[in-house]
């Protein structure tokens, strides 16, 4: 079994959320705008990814959150939110997001500053080349001799994106290995058919942007999606993924969290003895970040300087 180190992706934040934002802020400064919206629930990395980056280009964000089960590292999520100067605002479901969104893109446009929408997760056909290019990184890491080819490349299945830009980029970069998303996500979660939308998309935004690409299909069966470790919901942790954390960090010093990337090699420890995998080499793809986003700050602010609706998230 090997691990792909993308928690260290990036300097300012490590993880998948840096490969797709280096395409979607590009497209934001490319546009003139000055400020960017996205989602996610209370203890969004994404959204915490995207308040870090943005404001390091000179971009403001705005962060529209729903519920998640409440953990210390959710609270922390949140003070480090405000701590970036992302603005917050709470709303009870995605359905209600989705209202908040067009109020407050419509608010920006009335003072002639519509924020740049980005999707949940970064999943868009723009943030998915993210993900292409990282199939890319994974084949010249393959080539130079410094893991073997991958029968499997476990990764969490949120969004969608990740899944769909490594799938297409696997295929692009010349590697068989199969992708194995394991759902973290009942907010929406995709279906093997819409990730293979997605990855259309995306090539389809390649090949605009240069006809020597590839025209390949990908098909819904060419993925693989493990459901069972979701727990009771988005972001309650389990026992097998506290068990998998505590595993990984012991034996090889590697940080990962509850909510995606322990959920993902819980599942990956529990399918490792079984066939097709048994005796194969696997990769687990940590799409978490290793760089400490509190670093950066002098002190965390106090949850009262956080608007109203999120302070009973610290009562």
Known sequence: MWVKRDDRSGRLYGGNKPRKLEFLLGEALRRGSRCVMTFGGIGTHHGLATAICAQHAGLKTILVLIPQPV?????????LDHAYQAELHYVPSAAWAAVAAVRLWARGAIRGDPPFVIPAGGTSSLGVVGYVNAAFELAEQVHAGELPEPESIFVPLGSGGTVAGLALGLRLAG???RVVGVLVSDILPPSPARLVRQAAAALGRLRRADPNVPSIALRPEDLTVVTGHLGRC?????????????????LEGIEIETTYTAKCLAALLHLATEPPYRGR?????????SVDPGSRIEQLPDFHQLPEPFHRFFA
């Open 175 to 177: 590697l068989r290995s």
């Open 281 to 289: 080499p696997l990769l687990f793809w940590n799409t978490y970040s």
């Open 234 to 250: 988005y972001g309650a942790p389990t026992e097998e993924g506290r068990e998998a954390q505590r595993l990984i960090a012991e």
């Open 71 to 79: 953990t210390e590292h959710v609270r922390r999520c949140l003070l």
